[in-house]
């Protein structure tokens, strides 16, 4: 059952996908869903298979193949089953963060539902566990070794099988195995089915499409003329290196903060890659393929300053857009460049100038990032890629206004409109007329041309004057102007580490104050488990609310730790900062679910109003809450994404529900109240918990400081896994 609990992610994962190409009218949404079910039957089988494999004989089941492949066959639809459940819970909840939130839920009303009521019988006998436990427990007890003759006479049945089954409620029929096994693939294709409606009627949650208001757009251009007459005067300080030329006073029109033009040059610049397989399988014998080969070249602000100085400096002084929009998905675009601004100008700007600029939309928004911390070069990777031809002007014009304060500004544009070629400075050569001009580019400079001309244009350029002239400018640019000393920061981070603890957490906290999906959700689940059954104060709470924490808390990190990648790079702040921020948000939420669950719980089931007893039961169950958020966070960090993360989280949670057994809790512990054991006499609460179940009160400082070792012993593997493991594919 547990192992269909990965279906949740996998499914969710595929959705957007799916959504784009049914509404494309490429297949119906059963074409989607019927090789996923297909696919998944083989696997079951042999998960199946392998658990049988291991456990069967071992934990001493009826010796007889043919039980032993009747519980094989059990397992195999039980699987089968939860597969196509948590597919459905997908398809309906459309969500990462919500999907395995309802799923826990189900887990924990086919589970440790008990004492129903005769008026809801009904539910006893539509839960598909309960044929999955049937055809476990009558495949096992109607054996022969379980026919000896029923010694007690107030259970009617004629062996102690039977007797078995009986006290614990299940069926007494073998015919009832085969009625399990059928009602779970029933169950099966009734879940297989509500998958495909789901897929053909909902639609996802959210869109993410980049949109332009028009209303907005308007009402700017109507204004354009008066603001480009009537521009805000802001008092400018000096640069360090001053601003020469007749567009001086133009590029600090508007500018808050001082910064020093500076050019880039290069020369000679050779890249690799690793051979691709599908060269090496064609004959290829070079372990890696040269990209780049002796690349030289030299890039200008308006003014001229060298780049000269320690590589770890390169960071602070420029930026890179890149070509995907990478942010947090629940903050403002304000509070994503007041972020950006916090964490990377220096010290002695203060809180007024670092919060002037306000953008709008999203690939307006990844230059803006980079723009609030004031660099002196910026590299953009396609930031006209996924937008239309409007968009994409209105995104130039921002580029272009960029370039226009004196900023070196370098762009990288595939198949760009003429509109947009046109708004750079300088065209190569003459393309004619009615090209695209970079189809023109790859045309003409392919090497299908140059074996049609006979020519090597690399030979051609490096013996033309254009190449002498600007190997000239890259020997220029690269010699540093007399009296200019090397670029130098003090630290490698603009701001100290616990300004940089208190901006990660911040922002957090703004990202998680926005997502009610992800903190709504859990917190009615969590009174649900309160009100649910007696069972919650115990097993479920640890358990069910511990692994609803731990799903959910995945997607989550696993988005932050993309944005993580791109801050990092840009010299935001460190790994341990956004570690140690991440932690503290999850658990002063974790801290407000455990005290809202904690107090519902104790009212409804009379525990001893003793301070004591509630605040070790409160420091459990938080602690218990946490690890297990921290292990869900671990898990994401040590794999390249959640899906995978959740998939061995399904693995370890299993694990950890055998070995733990049915959890009492140590609140219990310390009650002299006397209590009646049949064949013992009277004890107290505390002697029966020691004698009975080996729960000792003295131990319990001894499980406190395991509740807090646990804690540091993930909260350690994820900075770790933060800290030096990168999964990013470039």
Same mark, same amino acid.
């Given at each position: 059952?547990?192992?269909?609990?990965?279906?949740?992610?996998?499914?969710?994962?595929?959705?957007?996908?799916?959504?784009?190409?049914?509404?494309?009218?490429?297949?119906?949404?059963?074409?989607?869903?019927?090789?996923?079910?297909?696919?998944?039957?083989?696997?079951?089988?042999?998960?199946?298979?392998?658990?049988?494999?291991?456990?069967?004989?071992?934990?001493?089941?009826?010796?007889?193949?043919?039980?032993?492949?009747?519980?094989?066959?059990?397992?195999?639809?039980?699987?089968?089953?939860?597969?196509?459940?948590?597919?459905?819970?997908?398809?309906?909840?459309?969500?990462?963060?919500?999907?395995?939130?309802?799923?826990?839920?189900?887990?924990?009303?086919?589970?440790?539902?008990?004492?129903?009521?005769?008026?809801?019988?009904?539910?006893?006998?539509?839960?598909?566990?309960?044929?999955?436990?049937?055809?476990?427990?009558?495949?096992?007890?109607?054996?022969?070794?379980?026919?000896?003759?029923?010694?007690?006479?107030?259970?009617?049945?004629?062996?102690?099988?039977?007797?078995?089954?009986?006290?614990?409620?299940?069926?007494?029929?073998?015919?009832?195995?085969?009625?399990?096994?059928?009602?779970?693939?029933?169950?099966?294709?009734?879940?297989?089915?509500?998958?495909?409606?789901?897929?053909?009627?909902?639609?996802?949650?959210?869109?993410?499409?980049?949109?332009?208001?028009?209303?907005?757009?308007?009402?700017?251009?109507?204004?354009?003329?008066?603001?480009?007459?009537?521009?805000?005067?802001?008092?400018?300080?000096?640069?360090?290196?001053?601003?020469?030329?007749?567009?001086?006073?133009?590029?600090?029109?508007?500018?808050?903060?001082?910064?020093?033009?500076?050019?880039?040059?290069?020369?000679?610049?050779?890249?690799?890659?690793?051979?691709?397989?599908?060269?090496?399988?064609?004959?290829?014998?070079?372990?890696?393929?040269?990209?780049?080969?002796?690349?030289?070249?030299?890039?200008?602000?308006?003014?001229?300053?060298?780049?000269?100085?320690?590589?770890?400096?390169?960071?602070?002084?420029?930026?890179?857009?890149?070509?995907?929009?990478?942010?947090?998905?629940?903050?403002?675009?304000?509070?994503?460049?007041?972020?950006?601004?916090?964490?990377?100008?220096?010290?002695?700007?203060?809180?007024?100038?670092?919060?002037?600029?306000?953008?709008?939309?999203?690939?307006?928004?990844?230059?803006?990032?980079?723009?609030?911390?004031?660099?002196?070069?910026?590299?953009?990777?396609?930031?006209?890629?996924?937008?239309?031809?409007?968009?994409?002007?209105?995104?130039?014009?921002?580029?272009?206004?960029?370039?226009?304060?004196?900023?070196?500004?370098?762009?990288?544009?595939?198949?760009?409109?003429?509109?947009?070629?046109?708004?750079?400075?300088?065209?190569?050569?003459?393309?004619?007329?009615?090209?695209?001009?970079?189809?023109?580019?790859?045309?003409?400079?392919?090497?299908?041309?140059?074996?049609?001309?006979?020519?090597?244009?690399?030979?051609?350029?490096?013996?033309?004057?254009?190449?002498?002239?600007?190997?000239?400018?890259?020997?220029?640019?690269?010699?540093?102007?007399?009296?200019?000393?090397?670029?130098?920061?003090?630290?490698?981070?603009?701001?100290?580490?616990?300004?940089?603890?208190?901006?990660?957490?911040?922002?957090?906290?703004?990202?998680?104050?926005?997502?009610?999906?992800?903190?709504?959700?859990?917190?009615?689940?969590?009174?649900?488990?309160?009100?649910?059954? *007696?069972? !919650?104060? +115990?097993? &479920? @709470? #640890? =358990?069910? *609310?511990? !692994?609803? +924490?731990? &799903? @959910? #808390? =995945?997607?989550?990190?696993?988005?932050?730790?993309?944005?993580?990648?791109?801050?990092?790079?840009?010299?935001?702040?460190?790994?341990?900062?956004?570690?140690?921020?991440?932690?503290?948000?999850?658990?002063?939420?974790?801290?407000?679910?455990?005290?809202?669950?904690?107090?519902?719980?104790?009212?409804?089931?009379?525990?001893?109003?003793?301070?004591?007893?509630?605040?070790?039961?409160?420091?459990?169950?938080?602690?218990?809450?946490?690890?297990?958020?921290?292990?869900?966070?671990?898990?994401?960090?040590?794999?390249?994404?959640?899906?995978?993360?959740?998939?061995?989280?399904?693995?370890?949670?299993?694990?950890?529900?055998?070995?733990?057994?049915?959890?009492?809790?140590?609140?219990?512990?310390?009650?002299?109240?006397?209590?009646?054991?049949?064949?013992?006499?009277?004890?107290?609460?505390?002697?029966?918990?020691?004698?009975?179940?080996?729960?000792?009160?003295?131990?319990?400082?001894?499980?406190?400081?395991?509740?807090?070792?646990?804690?540091?012993?993930?909260?350690?593997?994820?900075?770790?896994?933060?800290?030096?493991?990168?999964?990013?594919?470039?």
């Amino acid at each position: 059952m547990f192992n269909g609990v990965s279906e949740l992610m996998l499914t969710t994962q595929r959705l957007p996908v799916f959504y784009k190409e049914r509404d494309s009218l490429l297949y119906p949404a059963w074409a989607f869903a019927l090789p996923i079910w297909v696919l998944r039957v083989p696997i079951s089988f042999g998960e199946s298979l392998i658990w049988i494999s291991l456990t069967y004989y071992t934990i001493g089941f009826a010796p007889s193949v043919d039980r032993y492949f009747k519980q094989f066959l059990a397992f195999v639809c039980i699987n089968q089953m939860a597969q196509g459940l948590f597919r459905s819970i997908a398809a309906v909840a459309r969500s990462v963060v919500i999907a395995p939130v309802i799923g826990m839920f189900t887990l924990l009303v086919v589970f440790v539902l008990d004492d129903i009521q005769p008026w809801l019988i009904w539910g006893y006998y539509i839960s598909p566990m309960m044929y999955g436990q049937n055809a476990i427990v009558i495949n096992e007890f109607l054996h022969e070794r379980w026919s000896d003759p029923n010694p007690d006479p107030r259970i009617l049945e004629a062996t102690i099988g039977k007797a078995i089954l009986k006290v614990r409620g299940m069926f007494v029929e073998n015919k009832w195995y085969w009625i399990s096994i059928g009602a779970l693939i029933g169950f099966t294709m009734i879940y297989n089915i509500c998958f495909v409606i789901a897929l053909t009627y909902l639609d996802p949650l959210e869109d993410s499409k980049s949109i332009i208001l028009d209303d907005n757009q308007n009402k700017r251009s109507s204004k354009t003329s008066e603001f480009n007459s009537s521009s805000i005067e802001i008092t400018t300080i000096t640069s360090c290196t001053p601003m020469e030329g007749p567009d001086e006073e133009s590029r600090k029109k508007g500018m808050v903060l001082p910064f020093q033009p500076l050019s880039l040059a290069f020369k000679n610049v050779n890249y690799y890659v690793d051979m691709p397989a599908e060269m090496k399988s064609q004959g290829v014998e070079e372990e890696r393929l040269q990209l780049l080969h002796n690349v030289s070249g030299a890039f200008r602000p308006g003014v001229l300053t060298a780049l000269v100085g320690n590589q770890r400096t390169f960071a602070r002084i420029s930026g890179y857009c890149e070509q995907n929009d990478i942010h947090s998905p629940r903050i403002t675009v304000y509070e994503s460049l007041l972020h950006s601004a916090w964490m990377r100008l220096s010290k002695n700007v203060n809180k007024q100038d670092r919060m002037v600029v306000l953008f709008e939309q999203r690939k307006r928004l990844t230059i803006a990032v980079e723009l609030v911390a004031n660099p002196s070069i910026i590299f953009m990777d396609e930031p006209t890629s996924g937008l239309d031809a409007r968009a994409a002007a209105i995104v130039m014009r921002t580029v272009r206004n960029t370039v226009d304060t004196g900023r070196t500004v370098v762009c990288t544009i595939h198949q760009p409109s003429i509109d947009i070629f046109e708004s750079f400075d300088e065209v190569s050569s003459h393309i004619q007329e009615g090209t695209n001009p970079a189809t023109w580019m790859l045309d003409v400079s392919s090497s299908a041309v140059e074996s049609h001309l006979d020519v090597d244009f690399a030979e051609i350029y490096s013996h033309s004057e254009l190449y002498k002239r600007n190997q000239e400018l890259i020997e220029e640019l690269s010699t540093p102007s007399p009296g200019s000393n090397d670029l130098y920061f003090p630290t490698q981070y603009a701001q100290d580490f616990l300004t940089q603890c208190r901006a990660c957490f911040m922002k957090l906290h703004r990202s998680y104050w926005q997502n009610p999906s992800y903190n709504v959700t859990r917190f009615f689940l969590t009174i649900i488990f309160d009100v649910f059954n *007696l069972l !919650g104060a +115990t097993y &479920s @709470a #640890v =358990m069910f *609310l511990g !692994g609803s +924490t731990c &799903s @959910a #808390v =995945m997607p989550i990190v696993s988005i932050e730790r993309t944005i993580l990648y791109r801050e990092r790079a840009a010299g935001m702040y460190s790994e341990m900062a956004f570690a140690i921020a991440q932690v503290s948000i999850e658990a002063t939420y974790v801290a407000i679910q455990t005290f809202v669950y904690c107090v519902i719980l104790f009212l409804m089931i009379g525990y001893p109003w003793h301070l004591a007893n509630f605040l070790w039961y409160y420091f459990f169950i938080c602690m218990s809450f946490i690890y297990f958020a921290l292990y869900g966070m671990m898990l994401v960090a040590l794999t390249p994404g959640y899906q995978i993360a959740a998939i061995t989280m399904s693995f370890f949670l299993t694990t950890w529900n055998i070995f733990s057994g049915f959890i009492i809790l140590r609140t219990l512990g310390n009650i002299e109240s006397l209590v009646e054991v049949p064949g013992q006499g009277s004890m107290s609460v505390k002697q029966f918990l020691k004698q009975s179940f080996g729960f000792d009160y003295d131990f319990l400082v001894a499980v406190a400081a395991a509740h807090i070792g646990f804690v540091f012993l993930f909260l350690f593997v994820f900075a770790y896994g933060i800290r030096f493991l990168n999964f990013q594919r470039r």
